[in-house]
């Protein structure tokens, strides 16, 4: 596994790196064994208080990701590694299972697109100057990358939107080929949105 440790404005000693490399690998060799490479990064978060960002890259758009705040720099990695390793032990069996077909998915089962950052200042400030009239209709892009949206089943979406902790995740679902959606609620839940459905509506999927 290619392990990157970063430090924003934090200088990331050779102590700190080899406690990252062993817990890693550690993590790795106990849940899965196929991490193609990982990503740490330290930075400071408020007043005394550091983050850790962790990345972990298992397959082919499959990332695992975790966050921790704490005042010891220590401590927010391991913090942080521990939700990593959860998600792993409770994917593990399936995440196998997922690697295999999707490593087998031709590109033509790939929808290609762009992904766009966008400024909320500009939503936010429209309206409020008579000479800026068209803030909401041209928004500010604040960066773009490409990005892929993968045919998947909807089990499969959760388990890929879960990993990565994101709040969505847009995908081509296998059944019918439509575009689907599925969001994490406030309650806690998963909505899985299905154009397909004769009055679009949007229905709960239990994790």
Known sequence: MQLSVQGKQINVGDALRTH???????????????????????????????????????????????DAVEADIYMAFD????????????YKNRLRNHH???????????????????AMQAFENAGEDAAEPEAEDNPLIVAEMSSDIETLSVSEAVMRMDLANQSALLFRNASHNGLNLVY???DGNVGWVDPTIADIGSKVAAE
């Open 184 to 186: 994490r609620r406030n």
């Open 100 to 118: 295999h077909r999707i490593e087998q998915t031709p590109e033509t089962e790939i929808i290609k697109a762009r992904d766009y950052t966008l």
């Open 20 to 66: 990252v490399d062993e817990k890693l690998n550690d993590i790795n060799a106990k849940y899965f064994n196929r991490a193609i490479d990982a990503t740490v990064i330290f930075s400071r978060e408020g007043e005394g208080f550091f983050k850790t960002h962790i990345s972990i890259r298992v397959g082919r758009n499959i990332l695992i990701q975790g």
């Open 79 to 90: 913090l942080a590694a521990a939700k990593v390793a959860k998600q792993l032990r409770r």
